[in-house]
């Protein structure tokens, strides 16, 4: 029994290095074009937001921080809108050094609609116009389904 493995390692050792090598050898030349291909399109289709209008909400701490760093390092200006209104001057600062020429902060509580014709009036106001808007708030109310009585309960994610 022992000798019928030992054949079949060998023979699979004989056989299976080359496969590989052809398939590698096929292959890679193919990864290789497809990955210029993939750099090349986005580089001609990324949109350059230098100069554009970007509000961040939610943009005091976590994701929508760190999506205002990426906006500010492609030198957007922006608005950065949170609830918690005392994070966001440690936020300004980093976006401002990481390049982004206006920044402005609005504390604002997004679940109320009031608060949201607010800081988007705010922003027009100061800005003349608003290009993209980033809605990363997080809002969570904890209720089970056989509780909902109304979707309009749920208006505050709207």
Known sequence: MANHIDVIT??????VPPFMLLVLLLVYPLYLIYKFINFITRLLTSENVAGKVVLVTGAAA????QISYEYARRRARLVLVDVRGDLLGRVVENVRSFGSSDVIAITADVSKEEDCKRFVD??????HRLD?????????RVKLFE???????????L
Request: glycine share 8%; charged share 15%.
């Open 147 to 157: 509780e909902i009585q109304n979707f309009s309960d749920f208006s505050y994610l």
């Open 10 to 15: 060998h023979i699979m050792n004989l056989i």
């Open 132 to 140: 993209h808007l980033v809605n990363n708030a997080g809002l969570a």
């Open 62 to 65: 976590g994701i929508g921080e």
């Open 122 to 127: 705010e922003a027009i106001k100061h800005f």
